[in-house]
């Protein structure tokens, strides 16, 4: 039911990761569009036709429905299959954790890698959010810690979309400065998640995308 | 199979709210226990014992389960209900906007009400972050503005727990300095959400509800 939607990727982000982890968990092979954050590709009209809001990942179905948020579109990507959790506590626990992941980790997380990691030449305007960052992230991380120190995987000892979520921005969370190496429930749990079937390191999940800015629509 | 659930609250939260707009909607009759937080009660032992992260609203199933985040919570007590979206793009368009609320709506107009309307005297400490909030949350307010002009409701043009979640803070946007006066689609939406079977005042919300920090486990 996927093959024929159009998923609109960028390089590197912790968000893009998590619909690719679920397609090729899965074996979904979605149309992939690489679009190139950093060179401002999504600010610029051939894209805002498609997203107005300019952000990436953006998902547009067969029949030209629409749909944005990078655990939403994993959701849905996620949608009768294994990863999306079987009973309804296990389904609401699995929405606690993705808005977990996108209060506490993503916010903090992601930035700080951004401003030292990605792009250091920005870190000057953000220098005094540094430690607030490492410090906001770092209290995440130990909630995280805290739960998979009793589980497995995120929710009812299973692989789902809740691991993939929370996997997206903490498995590069040492690239943000995070020492995660006092988090040992945290880094087997990385362990676990990189073993799955389909899985691929973050550097790879592009491989075969479309390039096109240029002709977007095709 | 709420009935025996107990739901811990406290009064004028806008995600305190959300699954209260659940319950009342649904005619579901969960136990609700008042939790004071400007008192500091949910950083007390007793509750501390229910929910080590110390915020409410959390809910504890009959046999014991627990669940945070208020979204979660009223997507939990919502299932099986027309409150969920009956397709799997609705289910993932309402988890997107819920996702939004959390990210873009709740993190602005929460702390910048609380620090001018809830706790003004707490104002002078965080004083440089209310026009950062004020501006993040009206950019938030824009595109939720935009998205209903063209739709009565979130999602699929059916009231859902997308509209409960982003109704939560929504509606008091006012107590925070925002000017809902230009946004013409959100205060006419706010008029179709307070119009639903069930709805009541967030003042009401916790009417005969128990007060008892001191016999929490009752």
Chains 1, 2 share one sequence.
Not at 129 to 153: C, E, S, Y
Not at 194 to 200: F, L, R, T, W
Request: charged letters at 20%; proline letters at 6%; a negative charge.
């Amino acid at each position: 039911m996927h093959d024929a939607a159009t998923l609109y990727l960028t390089q590197g982000s912790g968000n893009n990761v998590k619909p690719m982890m679920v397609c090729q968990h899965l074996g979904i092979e979605c149309n992939r569009k690489y679009i190139n954050v950093l060179a401002g590709e999504t600010k610029q009209p051939e894209f805002l036709s498609i997203n107005p809001l300019g952000v990436v990942p953006f998902l547009v179905l067969a029949d030209g429905q629409r749909l944005g948020e990078s655990n939403a579109i994993a959701w849905y990507l996620a949608e009768n299959s294994p990863l999306i959790p079987k009973t309804a506590i296990g389904r609401a626990q699995a929405i606690r954790w993705m808005n977990f992941e996108q209060t506490s980790l993503e916010p903090n997380i992601s930035p700080v890698r951004f401003v030292t990691f990605i792009a250091p030449e920005l870190a000057t305007d953000n220098h005094d959010m540094i430690p607030v960052w490492q410090d906001r992230g770092t209290k995440g991380l130990q909630i995280l810690n805290d739960h998979l120190q009793a589980h497995n995987f995120m929710v009812e000892e299973t692989y789902s979309v809740a691991d993939i979520a929370v996997y997206g921005y903490t498995h590069l969370a040492r690239e943000g400065g995070f020492d995660l190496d006092s988090f040992n429930a945290i880094t087997d749990w990385i362990d676990r998640v990189e073993s799955q079937p389909g899985y691929a390191p973050i550097s790879e999940l592009l491989n075969g995308a479309d390039y096109t800015i240029d002709n977007l629509a095709a």
